[in-house]
């Protein structure tokens, strides 16, 4: 069964830093691309992309919003993905879900499992 | 891309047929995926290539289009598919997603 487990969310202040963790299991890992992408609380289906890494993690991609603040990164020894995030402001306040496309290698089928996500604050 | 839904809500009863609209700001092939998302859950996966139904999803539902214009149907609403819809272009980055559709009883 594939499993997504996201932690390291919380409360930070603007300007602040937060590491986020996705534990994956139940597939090969390291042969798919993972994604981070968000949904404002409360906002309906308000989904954003905000960064995905290829299976090797030799290529990183990121929403002009967080480029140059957060980085995507991956440790197929760990089958875990992370997303540092750095620079906070207050509009990337969100529930942060990882996630995995559905075919190895390639984005084009989608995504197919979702973790249950976990939830970023930037406030003072 | 820009991805614009609509409508963005629908009232419709058991039985009914349904169709949702995805339009991209430019074109986009057929790589455009559709998912449902019921209340306080992660999305599921329903359509991926614009018309090829992901595994386990009841055949009522269906994809269509190509290029700039996309239509989810639900041939017969049941009472599990009272939920929100949304697309997602998977064409380029940054990759973009629809502002949903919420599926209502009437």
């Known amino acids: 069964e594939v499993q997504l487990l996201e932690s390291g969310g919380g409360l930070v202040q603007p300007g602040g830093s937060l590491r986020l963790s996705c534990a994956a299991s139940?597939?090969?890992?390291?042969?798919?691309?993972m994604t981070w992408v968000r949904q404002s609380p409360g906002k309906g289906v308000d989904w954003v992309w905000v960064?995905?890494?290829?299976?090797?993690?030799?290529?990183?991609l990121y929403a002009d919003s967080v480029k140059g603040r957060f980085t995507i990164s991956r440790d197929n020894s760990k089958n875990t993905v992370y997303l540092q995030m750095d620079s906070l402001r207050a509009e990337d306040s969100a529930v942060f879900h990882c996630?995995?496309?559905?075919?190895?290698?390639?984005?084009?089928?989608?995504?197919?499992?979702w973790g249950q996500g976990i939830l970023v604050t930037v406030s003072s | 891309i820009q991805l614009s839904q609509s409508p963005s809500s629908l009232s419709a009863s058991v039985g009914d047929r349904v169709t949702i609209t995805c339009r991209a700001s430019?074109?986009?092939?057929?790589?455009l995926v559709w998912y449902q998302q019921e209340p306080g859950k992660v999305p599921k996966l329903l359509i991926y290539?614009?018309?090829t139904l992901q595994s386990g999803v009841p055949s009522r539902f269906s994809g269509s289009g190509s290029g700039t214009d996309f239509t989810l149907t639900i041939s017969s609403l049941q009472p599990e598919d009272f939920a929100s819809y949304f697309c997602?272009?998977?064409?380029?980055?940054?990759?973009?997603f629809g502002g949903g559709t919420k599926v209502e009883i009437k």
């Open positions: 996630a995995r496309y559905k075919m190895p290698t390639t984005i084009r089928g989608g995504i197919d499992f």
């Open positions: 139940g597939f090969s890992f390291s042969t798919y691309a």
């Open positions: 960064s995905t890494i290829s299976d090797s993690g030799g290529a990183k």
């Open positions: 430019q074109g986009i092939g057929s790589y």
């Open positions: 290539g614009a018309s």
């Open positions: 997602q272009q998977v064409d380029s980055y940054p990759l973009t």
